[in-house]
């Protein structure tokens, strides 16, 4: 391309016209400019919704894997707590049905009170057992309930010496 006074002289290839030679005014210079810009712009705005798209369709397929993950743990904790809330009542049942200290005689008065207080702690809790499964299963799913997902932007640079570029 040759720079002249009132334009420029551009030498063109095109395959279906042959060698073309025109000349273009700074007038027609601007115009294409922002003919070129406006078609960056747009073939960026278009790139952008393609990132976005494939963005969108890789944050449905992670949440997707994410969500029966965690309804996986969910289930799991519920049934954990359950467990060990269970084998808690069967240990205390075993406790207040074991006759081996209800030799109440062998006891002094205090000693027969604090047993007498023991033993209706301990059905007091044997009792309480039930609800509380409940409501540490109702804590457990409520902090499982309703995730969202959530985007975070990354970058990666990859710096390379000069010598091995």
């Known amino acids: 391309m040759f720079q ?11 395959s279906h016209h042959g060698k073309a030679t025109h000349l273009l005014g700074v007038e027609d210079c601007i115009l294409c ?7 960056l712009i747009n073939s960026r705005q278009q790139t952008v919704k393609i990132r976005k798209n494939k963005l ?6 992670r949440t997707a894997g994410i969500v029966r993950l965690l309804r996986e743990r969910e289930e799991k904790e519920t049934a954990d707590i359950e ?3 269970t084998e808690l ?15 109440l005689e062998l006891f002094t008065d205090n ?6 207080r023991n033993t209706e702690a301990l059905q007091a809790r044997l009792q ?38």
């Open 128 to 165: 309480q057992i039930p609800v509380e499964i409940q409501a540490e299963q109702k804590v457990i799913r409520d902090r499982f309930a309703d995730p969202s997902p959530r985007l975070f932007p990354v970058a990666v640079t990859f710096l390379v010496p000069e010598r091995l570029s």
């Open 83 to 85: 467990a060990i809330m």
């Open 33 to 39: 400019a922002s003919i070129q810009e406006g078609q």
């Open 111 to 116: 000693e027969r009170s604090q047993l007498i």
């Open 4 to 14: 002249k006074p009132y334009g420029f002289f551009e030498d063109t290839e095109y």
């Open 56 to 61: 969108n369709v890789r944050v449905d397929e």
């Open 89 to 103: 009542a069967e240990a205390i049942e075993k406790e207040l049905a074991e006759p081996g200290y209800r030799q």
